[in-house]
């Protein structure tokens, strides 16, 4: 069980790593922490309080805070789509903007699959259960053509989180390399 | 499924909100129905089974909503997506 002082710490070192802030009003805040913290407890992973989880980690990945929408999203609106982080300017004028779902429309919809319910982590004996209930998302090898940056996931980063570059600047590397996991 | 209901005084419009449980801007939206005295029944849509999440995907598709949460569906035609108290007010004439 993680605490909410380590959610906290947590949140706090993130939004100084990438220059945001954390949501000015103390009470969303917590709300927020609490959030996180039950989803934690219950998934295994920090999901997103605000969107519903499929419970299976290779559908919610990209939904896991901090969630894959959220620079794109600060860099748009000033916030991110909970508005637990947002910037500077959103920050010292305490208004917090409506952000759209940029999430797209079928992976929220992984969510209501009935093949998504494992949500336990699979232990040696059921190892071959949770293969069978492995759901299909099909990775990829991408990188960062600015600084070279590797990644194996569905998609490529919105942003690069080493150098900052765009999603159009990443390319897929073509490997004959088979992965498991 | 899980269908709370939520006294209130001013039953003029039938209210049924989708909210998540771990969900700031669900909690809100719930304090206001509350604090507005509205009567609405809402579901936890994360706290519920999977024959019931894909129902009421299935509800708020069908009605034109998106699968994000809170949507509150007034009078089964009008949705709000989202903690939206212009748009509450308005169709809940407050």
């Avoid at chain 1, 797209?104 to 209501?112: D, F, G, I, N, T």
């Avoid at chain 2, 419009?13 to 029944?41: G, M, P, R």
């Avoid at chain 2, 995907?57 to 709000?80: A, C, E, F, H």
Wanted: charged fraction near 30%; glycine fraction near 4%.
């Amino acid at each position: 069980m993680i605490t909410l002082e380590e959610v906290r710490r947590r949140a706090e070192a993130d939004a100084k790593t990438y220059g945001y802030y954390l949501t000015p009003q103390p009470d969303l805040l917590r709300g927020f922490f609490e959030g996180l913290k039950t989803n934690e407890d219950r998934y295994g992973y920090p999901l997103c309080p605000c969107r519903l989880a499929s419970g299976n980690f290779e559908y919610d990945r990209d939904i896991i805070c901090p969630c894959d929408y959220r620079d794109p999203d600060i860099a748009q609106y000033g916030s991110c789509y909970c508005r637990l982080y947002v910037n500077k300017q959103v920050y010292e004028s305490q208004n917090l903007p409506e952000v759209p779902e940029r999430r797209p429309p079928e992976k929220m919809a992984r969510a209501y699959e009935t093949q998504a319910a494992p949500a336990k982590q699979a232990h040696a004996g059921e190892a071959q259960e949770a293969e069978k209930a492995k759901p299909m998302v099909k990775k990829k090898l991408w990188y960062c053509k600015q600084c070279g940056y590797v990644v194996f996931r569905e998609d490529p980063p919105y942003v690069c989180p080493i150098c900052k570059a765009k999603r159009e600047l990443f390319a897929e590397i073509d490997s004959a390399v088979e992965f498991n996991g | 499924m899980n269908i709370s209901k939520v006294s209130g005084k001013n039953k003029k419009h039938k209210v049924f909100l989708y909210a998540l449980s771990t969900c700031v801007w669900c909690k809100l939206t719930k304090q206001y129905l509350i604090d507005s005295n509205i009567e609405y029944e809402y579901v936890d849509v994360d706290l519920a089974d999977e024959k019931d999440k894909q129902k009421i995907r299935d509800t708020i598709q069908s009605k034109g909503g998106m699968l994000s949460y809170p949507t509150t569906i007034v009078d089964d035609k009008v949705v709000i997506t989202g903690f939206r108290k212009d748009k509450l007010n308005e169709a809940l004439e407050l």
